[in-house]
C-alpha cells in the first residue's frame, strides 16, 4: 500500500470538500476530550453561625418531603441526560455511515453533500447499531464475567481465611504478588481484546456500508480483511497513532497560549482580590467560544480525514482480494 498516496487522496477529500468537517464533528460527539476537576477544602464549624441551617427543610419535619422532590428531580435529570445520549449515539452513528459513503463517493469522482451523507447514513443506521451492540456489548459481558471471577476468588480467600481462622492479613500479604501479577495480565488481554474489537468494528463498518453486509456479516467480512491485510493494518493503526499525538499536541498549542490570554488577566485579578471587570468577562466569553470552535474544528478535520482514509484503504484491501475470488 501506497500510504503517501493514501494520506494525500484522505486530504484532498476532505478538504476539498469542507461538509466533510460537518459529518466528522457528527462523528465525534461522545468522543471528544474529556474535563475533569477536584478541589479540596478544610471545613472548620467555626466557619458557619449556629443557625445557618436552622431553617433548612433537613432541620424540619418535612424531610421525607424533601428528599422525595429531590429524587423526582435527580430522576428526571437522568431520563434526560439518557435521552440525549441515545439521540447523540444515533446521531453519531447516522454521521459515520454517512461519512464511509460520502469518502468513497467523493474519491471515485461522484458528487455528494451533507444531506445526501447523511440520508445513507440514515438508511444504514439499524445495521450500525445492531453492529455496536454485538460488539462492544459482548465486550462488556466480557468484562463483567473478569470482574465476577476475581470477586468470587476473592470472596472465597475471605471465607477461607474466616473459617480456619487464619491470620487474613498474612494470606492477602502472601497472595498480594500473585494477584497483582494475574490482575495484570488481565488487564493486559482486555486491552488488546478492546483494540482487537475496534478494528474490527472500524472494518465492519465500511463493509455496512459499502457492501451492503449483515451485522454478522460484516464482522466475518471485516475480520477477513484485517487477517488477509494484517500488517499493512497494524501500519495503518501506528500511523494514526502517531497522528493523533501531533493533533493532540496541536489542540495543546492552541489551547495554552489562547487560555492564557483569555483566563490569565481574570484569573490574576481574582487572586489579588479585585473585581473582575466588564473587559475581562469579554475576553473569557469570547476567548472560550473561541477556544471551543478551534478545538472543535481540529478535532472534527481529524476524525473526518481519518474515517476516509481506512475507507480508502478498505477499498484497497478489498480490490486485492478480487483477482482470488475471481
Given at each position: 500500500?501506497?500510504?503517501?498516496?493514501?494520506?494525500?487522496?484522505?486530504?484532498?477529500?476532505?478538504?476539498?470538500?469542507?461538509?466533510?468537517?460537518?459529518?466528522?464533528?457528527?462523528?465525534?460527539?461522545?468522543?471528544?476530550?474529556?474535563?475533569?476537576?477536584?478541589?479540596?477544602?478544610?471545613?472548620?464549624?467555626?466557619?458557619?453561625?449556629?443557625?445557618?441551617?436552622?431553617?433548612?427543610?433537613?432541620?424540619?419535619?418535612?424531610?421525607?418531603?424533601?428528599?422525595?422532590?429531590?429524587?423526582?428531580?435527580?430522576?428526571?435529570?437522568?431520563?434526560?441526560?439518557?435521552?440525549?445520549?441515545?439521540?447523540?449515539?444515533?446521531?453519531?452513528?447516522?454521521?459515520?455511515?454517512?461519512?464511509?459513503?460520502?469518502?468513497?463517493?467523493?474519491?471515485?469522482?461522484?458528487?455528494?453533500?451533507?444531506?445526501?451523507?447523511?440520508?445513507?447514513?440514515?438508511?444504514?443506521?439499524?445495521?450500525?447499531?445492531?453492529?455496536?451492540?454485538?460488539?462492544?456489548?459482548?465486550?462488556?459481558?466480557?468484562?463483567?464475567?473478569?470482574?465476577?471471577?476475581?470477586?468470587?476468588?476473592?470472596?472465597?480467600?475471605?471465607?477461607?481465611?474466616?473459617?480456619?481462622?487464619?491470620?487474613?492479613?498474612?494470606?492477602?500479604?502472601?497472595?498480594?504478588?500473585?494477584?497483582?501479577?494475574?490482575?495484570?495480565?488481565?488487564?493486559?488481554?482486555?486491552?488488546?481484546?478492546?483494540?482487537?474489537?475496534?478494528?474490527?468494528?472500524?472494518?465492519?463498518?465500511?463493509?455496512?456500508?459499502?457492501?451492503?453486509?449483515?451485522?454478522?456479516d460484516s464482522i466475518r467480512r471485516g475480520w477477513e480483511i484485517i487477517r488477509a491485510n494484517l500488517g499493512e493494518v497494524?501500519?495503518?493503526?501506528?500511523?494514526?497513532?502517531?497522528?493523533?499525538?501531533?493533533?493532540?499536541?496541536?489542540?495543546?498549542?492552541?489551547?495554552?497560549?489562547?487560555?492564557?490570554?483569555?483566563?490569565?488577566?481574570?484569573?490574576?485579578?481574582?487572586?489579588?482580590?479585585?473585581?473582575?471587570?466588564?473587559?475581562?468577562?469579554?475576553?473569557?466569553?469570547?476567548?472560550?467560544?473561541?477556544?471551543?470552535?478551534?478545538?472543535?474544528?481540529?478535532?472534527?478535520?481529524?476524525?473526518?480525514?481519518?474515517?476516509?482514509?481506512?475507507?480508502?484503504?478498505?477499498?484497497?484491501?478489498?480490490?486485492?482480494?478480487?483477482?482470488?475470488?475471481?
Amino acid at each position: 500500500m501506497d500510504y503517501g498516496n493514501l494520506l494525500s487522496r484522505s486530504w484532498r477529500v476532505v478538504w476539498d470538500h469542507k461538509f466533510m468537517i460537518l459529518l466528522g464533528f457528527l462523528a465525534a460527539l461522545g468522543t471528544g476530550l474529556g474535563t475533569g476537576s477536584n478541589s479540596n477544602y478544610s471545613l472548620d464549624s467555626n466557619n458557619f453561625p449556629n443557625d445557618m441551617f436552622a431553617n433548612s427543610p433537613l432541620m424540619r419535619g418535612d424531610f421525607a418531603q424533601f428528599m422525595a422532590i429531590l429524587g423526582a428531580f435527580a430522576a428526571g435529570a437522568l431520563c434526560f441526560l439518557i435521552i440525549v445520549g441515545i439521540i447523540l449515539w444515533l446521531l453519531r452513528l447516522t454521521a459515520e455511515a454517512g461519512l464511509i459513503d460520502a469518502a468513497s463517493r467523493l474519491d471515485a469522482g461522484q458528487k455528494t453533500g451533507f444531506r445526501e451523507a447523511m440520508a445513507t447514513g440514515w438508511q444504514h443506521l439499524l445495521s450500525m447499531v445492531g453492529l455496536n451492540l454485538v460488539l462492544f456489548g459482548l465486550f462488556a459481558l466480557v468484562i463483567l464475567a473478569v470482574v465476577l471471577v476475581f470477586a468470587a476468588g476473592i470472596g472465597s480467600t475471605i471465607a477461607g481465611a474466616v473459617a480456619s481462622d487464619t491470620n487474613a492479613g498474612g494470606i492477602f500479604a502472601a497472595m498480594g504478588a500473585g494477584l497483582v501479577a494475574i490482575l495484570c495480565c488481565v488487564l493486559c488481554g482486555l486491552a488488546i481484546l478492546g483494540i482487537a474489537v475496534g478494528i474490527v468494528y472500524t472494518f465492519a463498518q465500511r463493509a455496512i456500508v459499502l457492501e451492503g453486509k449483515s451485522v454478522t456479516d460484516s464482522i466475518r467480512r471485516g475480520w477477513e480483511i484485517i487477517r488477509a491485510n494484517l500488517g499493512e493494518v497494524i501500519i495503518l493503526l501506528v500511523l494514526f497513532l502517531i497522528l493523533g499525538f501531533v493533533v493532540s499536541a496541536v489542540i495543546a498549542l492552541v489551547f495554552l497560549p489562547l487560555g492564557a490570554l483569555s483566563f490569565g488577566p481574570g484569573a490574576m485579578r481574582l487572586f489579588s482580590g479585585e473585581a473582575l471587570s466588564g473587559l475581562d468577562i469579554f475576553l473569557m466569553v469570547v476567548g472560550g467560544l473561541a477556544l471551543v470552535i478551534l478545538v472543535a474544528a481540529i478535532r472534527s478535520f481529524y476524525v473526518a480525514f481519518r474515517s476516509t482514509a481506512f475507507t480508502l484503504a478498505f477499498q484497497e484491501f478489498s480490490d486485492k482480494e478480487l483477482p482470488k475470488v475471481a
